[in-house]
């Protein structure tokens, strides 16, 4: 059976300790990759297609969700609308594809980009001294990404 891979999308409720969510989730028979908090939330889930359970349970835990990105198909968002919801991890992945299919001078921007996005998800992780030092190898493969940074992700990373 073909396992797909799901990104459920819920809004940030403070009153959720999501590091002892992925454990029940895991312990029910989930395959959580990860939770990530951001100004949403993220939940990355192994599934197996057909058998729907992984949307059973987290329905039932925490309602539905405000939308379900499945990994791998088409993602139906542009980069402007992840990054304005704070889907870094979903830019990493919509970059890389594009990474993977380039060449030269456009493949060392998208390289750099791809690490913004990845020092963002460490942002979010609060790890603090990983994001900086992603941000700064950035920076040293293309530093015109830190203006970029610098003029649209800041306000963002600022609002709640």
């Not at 819920?10 to 009153?15: A, F, G, I, Q």
């Not at 939308?67 to 992945?93: M, P, T």
């Not at 299919?101 to 980009?113: F, P, Y």
């Not at 790890?127 to 306000?155: K, V």
């Amino acid at each position: 059976m073909e396992v797909e891979r799901a990104i459920y999308i819920y809004p940030k409720d403070e009153n959720i300790d999501y590091e002892t969510l992925k454990r029940e989730l895991r312990n029910m028979g989930l395959r959580v990759v990860d939770i990530r908090v951001c100004r949403m939330v993220e939940i990355d889930v192994l599934g197996k297609g057909e058998e729907k359970k992984e949307e059973e349970v987290l329905f039932k835990l925490l309602g539905n969700p405000i939308d379900v990105i499945y990994v791998g198909r088409n993602i139906n968002k542009s980069l402007d609308e992840l990054l304005s919801n704070g889907f870094y991890w979903l830019i990493h992945e919509t970059l890389e594809d594009k990474w993977r299919k380039t060449e030269g001078e456009e493949k060392e921007l998208l390289h750099s980009a791809i690490l913004i996005a990845v020092a963002l998800i460490k942002f979010c992780k609060g790890e603090y001294e990983i994001a900086r030092q992603t941000l700064l190898r950035s920076y040293q493969e293309n530093p015109i990404w830190m203006i970029i940074l610098t003029l649209f992700l800041t306000p963002l990373l600022l609002e709640p």
